[in-house]
C-alpha cells in the first residue's frame, strides 16, 4: 500500500473517531436533541380549560387556554378573570 493511501486511512480513522468523541461529549453536555426547541428543552402544556371545573380542552396559549364554549359564553372580562384565579390558585400550591 502506497504511504499515500496509508496516511490517507489513518486520517479517515481519525477524523471519524474525533467526530463519534464529539457527538458522545455533546450529547452528555446538552442532552438529547430531541425536544430542544429554540429556548431549550420545553415542557408540556397544561391545556385544560382555566375555567373552574371545565374539563374542556382549551386552544392553547394563543386563545388564553380558554375552551370554545367558554370563549363564546363568556366576555372578556369574564374570561380573563377565570385565569386570574386558576394562576391563584396554582401559586398557592406550588
Not at 10 to 23: K, P, S, Y
Request: net charge positive; hydrophobic share 35%; aromatic share 6%.
Amino acid at each position: 500500500m502506497p504511504a499515500n493511501q496509508r496516511l490517507s486511512t489513518l486520517l479517515d480513522r481519525f477524523v471519524d473517531q474525533l467526530a463519534g468523541e464529539i457527538a458522545t461529549r455533546a450529547r452528555r453536555q446538552f442532552g438529547s436533541a430531541a425536544g430542544l426547541g429554540r429556548r431549550g428543552a420545553r415542557h408540556k402544556l397544561d391545556m385544560r380549560c382555566r375555567v373552574n371545573g371545565c374539563k374542556n380542552r382549551s386552544r392553547g396559549p394563543r386563545f388564553g387556554y380558554i375552551c370554545d364554549v367558554h370563549q363564546a359564553k363568556l366576555s372578556k372580562r369574564e374570561q380573563q378573570a377565570a385565569r386570574d384565579a386558576w394562576n391563584e390558585k396554582r401559586a398557592r400550591h406550588a
